[in-house]
């Protein structure tokens, strides 16, 4: 049945075929197909995150294959994990979708999910399947801190360097020009640019390396850096600097920011979903490639823009 | 603002409503707010689990208050745990939910599933809140096995005594009764019966009980006994014989089953969502209060109803 449907195999049948396609690791004691899934914590503790996502407002099925929510799905939460100075063990995933939904369809998004863990040796331990009118998918990710203390957003210290590690702005800059597009039944496409809103890529590797160096503070950017880093600066009761001048240039943005008419720093300054890494170090602290300064912190409250006013400062789910 | 949506509040607004309503405990490194929790699991293994729950398909708005789908979310998850003989810790939750819903609701579902974790001590830790045009709650508990293999379904051996801890039949009767009284405009309720199906108990403790005392095997009943008990005889590699004549009577089951026409023992034999916990145990092992023999295990496959055909199998999603 290449076009069987979920109904047409039924719940257990779609369950089959979906782990058929996930991998294991040494970390799973007990993977997907018992009441639920035990998973190594080797030092006592584990971190845990969770993330949704909904058809119609963090995808769209028209623009997004299965293979790709799947990859951002598992990006939200493992970036999440990372931001903690953690390494992902493993993912519980619920699927929620039409009886119609193509069983290709759940199985392709579980070569998604598969392939982002992957990236950091996390597996699908488990999760659920049920009947919905639009697909949602929650993504659970379970991570291990290699013994050191989780990096919280409160603890930046005034004189700390706030640093980046990963892309800003290219995912809102690749919705722009898919919203262009459609809003003009035509137009340019920069096809790294959609492939980066399509299928985000964190820097998940620098969060624990980050932990490790002293970072003070850290979180994922997933709101837009100004808001994020407004979130950090309240926890930890400081101000943050942010010094527009030390982002590169980037012509892509540049670019799509003329197609969009938008300038390039609003993509990097309020665009969220690159799941980028910014943590607060200890001045002194030699950062490793692939994160570089971007501000200060400072005594105070909020975040300021040094040489830039950004034109909105995030997004909010219910605003 | 007694009636505020959460559009009115926005994103964080409703996250902050929601957290206040929440506990901690020792378990709890990390709690709500930052990227993800930090929770202890002390024998260096963590049980997870994640189920989820669509309005429309596993509560209706109508007959379910908010804190009613928050204790049912929750039991869910959490007898997940208790099948895997573990205790839960924590719980994360995701919830999708439109953006005129008010925050009164999001407030009453975090009490539910802030009451019904404390059943066994769990705590919310963590989660997210997104929009949708219908609520969907995800739920993920986490768990800890003190020390103890976790209890698999494959586990159970020919001359293994099938267990039953918790009720069965409650649920689905008070479903019944929900559906009778909608499709005649009026009818019978039995409270106890309705209430069961709304808030679930599932017998928590006697997972770890049984794990102690030597369960070979073990799964909550969430599809219906002999559909549960068909997946675990499937992955033992056994046959398992149920005796009917082992159910005790149950008036509360006998004037539902009268005023929607269906045999008790099809309640009890089919009907899902107690989340009783079925088990098997070598001979000879003493059974604590509140479990009860219902079948044996034999060699061979399938399931057996001795005395009793039962008139559907289990809760297919896709079916």
Chains 1, 2 share one sequence.
């Not at 392709?108 to 998918?137: H, I, P, Y």
């Not at 799941?275 to 570089?292: E, M």
């Not at 909020?302 to 995030?314: A, E, F, I, L």
Request: hydrophobic fraction near 45%; charge should be negative.
């Amino acid at each position: 049945m290449p076009d069987a449907t979920a109904r047409d195999v039924g719940e257990f049948g779609l369950i089959d075929a979906v782990v058929e396609r996930l991998g294991t690791s040494a970390s799973v004691l007990v993977g997907p197909g018992d009441d639920a899934a035990v998973v190594l914590a080797p030092d006592g503790r584990v971190v845990a995150t969770t993330d949704v996502l909904v058809e119609g407002v963090h995808f769209r099925l028209d623009w997004s294959r299965a293979y790709d929510v799947g990859r951002k799905a598992a990006a939200a939460s493992l970036a999440d994990v990372a931001a903690m100075g953690g390494t992902a063990t493993s993912l519980l995933v619920g699927l929620a979708a039409p009886p119609d939904v193509p069983v290709s369809w759940a199985t392709e998004l579980a070569d998604g999910l598969r392939d982002e863990g992957e990236v950091v040796g996390a597996v699908v331990v488990g999760g659920d399947t049920v009947t919905s009118d639009r697909v949602v998918v929650s993504v659970t990710a379970l991570g291990d801190l290699g013994g050191r203390p989780p990096v919280l957003r409160s603890g930046a210290q005034p004189g700390d360097r706030v640093v980046l590690a990963g892309r800003l702005g290219w995912s809102a800059a690749g919705l722009a020009l898919l919203q262009h597009q459609q809003a003009t039944g035509g137009g340019v496409s920069i096809d790294v640019l959609v492939r980066a809103h399509l299928q985000p890529t964190p820097p998940y590797a620098l969060g624990p390396e980050l932990a490790a160096l002293g970072a003070t503070a850290m979180c994922d950017v997933s709101d837009g850096l100004v808001a994020d880093l407004g979130h950090l600066a309240r926890a930890s009761g400081v101000h943050i600097d942010v010094e527009s001048r030390r982002f590169a240039r980037e012509p892509l943005l540049g670019r799509a920011g003329r197609v969009v008419g938008v300038h390039p720093l609003d993509f990097v300054l309020t665009g969220g979903e690159d799941h980028a890494l910014v943590a607060t170090v200890p001045s002194g602290v030699a950062l490793p490639d692939g994160v570089t300064r971007i501000g200060l912190v400072r005594p105070g409250k909020g975040v300021r823009v040094v040489g830039w006013k950004p034109s909105s400062t995030g997004w909010d789910h219910f605003g």
